[in-house]
């Protein structure tokens, strides 16, 4: 049971935050000037690259459970940004959201991906071989 609660997790997280980065995808191929949080002083665009990166490749990989506890990394970052920089000087009303993926996101990396994966069949073919 504890590998379903698991899949259900990140499928779930995976896609709720696939949803947005598709929206974040379309803003930069909008073409205009873009008006995007530089947080970390990377500039706009950097940042907003950064922030697709981790909300539509590793929330895809997620979703797939491949090289899941790897893509966690950039999205427990976006989330630290968002909730503790981004956010920080509106109040626990606007980081609530960005908390609960944290919390989420932290939980999975202790887990892993469980046996429902791609990482839990690349596991069971490498434990198969020994």
């Given amino acids: 049971m504890n590998s379903l609660a698991?899949?259900?997790?990140?499928?779930?997280?995976?896609?709720?935050?696939?949803?947005h980065g598709?929206?974040?995808f379309d803003m930069l191929l909008a073409g205009g000037p873009i008006k995007f949080p530089d947080p970390i002083g990377?500039?706009?665009t950097a940042s907003l690259m950064l922030a697709i990166?981790?909300?539509?490749?590793?929330?895809a990989l997620l979703i797939l459970g491949l090289a899941t506890r790897l893509v966690l990394i950039p999205l427990i970052i976006t989330m630290l940004v968002v909730v503790f920089i981004v956010?920080?000087?509106?109040?626990?009303?606007?980081?609530?959201l960005g908390a609960l993926y944290?919390?989420?996101?932290?939980?999975?990396?202790?887990?892993?991906?469980?046996r429902y994966s791609i990482d839990g069949l690349i596991n069971k073919r490498k434990k198969r071989r020994y």
Avoid at 53 to 59: Q, W
Avoid at 102 to 113: C, K, M, N, R
């Fill in 102 to 114: 944290l919390a989420a996101y932290v939980l999975l990396l202790i887990t892993g991906s469980g």
């Fill in 53 to 59: 990166f981790a909300e539509v490749v590793c929330s």
């Fill in 42 to 44: 990377l500039g706009a």
């Fill in 87 to 96: 956010h920080a000087p509106d109040g626990l009303e606007k980081q609530e």
């Fill in 6 to 19: 698991l899949l259900i997790l990140r499928t779930v997280m995976g896609v709720l935050m696939l949803t």
């Fill in 22 to 24: 598709l929206m974040k």
